[in-house]
């Protein structure tokens, strides 16, 4: 069974910059699609970002793309999201999840996500 948990969320002023990890345990990541999730309060779960199994594909969301950057090191068996240029409307509790996959080059925050981690908050306010 895989387990993931999130780490690396905080308080952050607004333009300033986190990185989020998710590391995984139970099973090799490789065999997985990764993708970052973020639920605000009040607001429906949003996709943030994907990555293929061996991350030569990735995508993002309309609102991060530029400011977001996804990455995975499966050799430690860990994804990262860095989060620059950071808004008050980042702010939100930010969750991996895990999908296997067949194929290598896609991925998509609409896979039906099959294991999720507990979450970290990230809020960012002056």
């Known amino acids: 069974q895989l387990q993931l948990v999130e780490s690396g969320g905080g308080l952050v002023q607004p333009g300033g910059s986190l990185r989020l990890s998710c590391a995984a345990s139970?099973?090799?990541?490789?065999?997985?699609?990764i993708g970052w999730f973020r639920q605000a309060p009040g607001k429906e779960r949003e996709g943030v970002s994907c990555?293929?199994?061996?991350?030569?594909?990735?995508n993002y969301a309309d609102s991060v793309k530029g400011r977001f950057t996804i990455s995975r090191d499966n050799a430690k068996n860990t994804v990262y999201l860095q989060m620059n240029s950071l808004k008050p409307e980042d702010t939100a509790v930010y969750y991996c999840?895990?999908?296997?996959?067949?194929?290598?080059?896609?991925?998509?925050?609409?896979?039906?996500?099959?294991?999720w981690g507990q979450g970290t908050q990230v809020t960012v306010s002056s």
């Open positions: 990555i293929s199994r061996r991350g030569e594909f990735t």
């Open positions: 139970g099973n090799k990541l490789d065999a997985y699609v």
């Open positions: 999840a895990a999908v296997p996959f067949i194929y290598q080059s896609i991925c998509s925050t609409s896979f039906d996500y099959h294991y």
